[in-house]
């Protein structure tokens, strides 16, 4: 019979709820992590994307330095798990495409790029001949398109 109560019990397996896991454990605090079905929430849908400019919409000025300090933590952590695992953990830093199908997105998307860069985020309008050469999948009807770093 197993009488060990934890310090800490996480509830969920996915990229969040396993890295404040690992982080509460390098901390010297026993954890249990639940989840019925690992792999299959947030992660499964994001993989655990960080997107920290993409994602900063209007009126989230208290959520912009969370998202921002959460983005710039995270490749030392890849190098930590990398370095502990013994092998490549799939992550990749790469810029993100926001694409407006309809001239209604574009201008939606042209707006909030004025708020990420007044914020001092980096957001860049690009053709959509430049966007479909990234990214040679999108439709030749796309009306915008946007480079997020």
Same mark, same amino acid.
């Given at each position: 019979m197993n009488t060990h109560t934890p310090d800490t019990i996480v509830v969920g397996a996915g990229v969040a709820g396993l890295t404040a896991a690992w982080n509460l454990h390098k901390a010297g605090q026993s954890v249990t992590v639940v989840d019925p079905t690992p792999g299959m929430g947030a992660s499964r849908a994001a993989a655990g994307m960080i997107a920290a400019v993409s994602e900063v919409m209007y009126q989230h000025h208290t959520m912009r330095t969370l998202m /921002? /300090?959460? !983005? !710039? +933590?995270? *490749? *030392?952590l890849v190098a930590e798990l990398t370095e502990l695992l013994g092998h490549d953990v799939g992550y990749r830093g790469s810029e993100t495409l926001d694409i407006g199908a309809h001239p209604a997105d574009r201008d939606w998307f042209a707006n909030l790029a004025e708020v990420q860069r007044a914020a001092g985020m980096t957001v860049e309008q690009i053709t959509t001949r430049q !966007? +479909?050469?990234?990214?040679p999948a999108l439709s030749p009807a796309i009306s915008g398109a946007f480079l997020v770093a």
């Open positions: /921002t /300090t959460s !983005a !710039a +933590r995270y *490749p *030392p !966007a +479909r050469k990234l990214e």
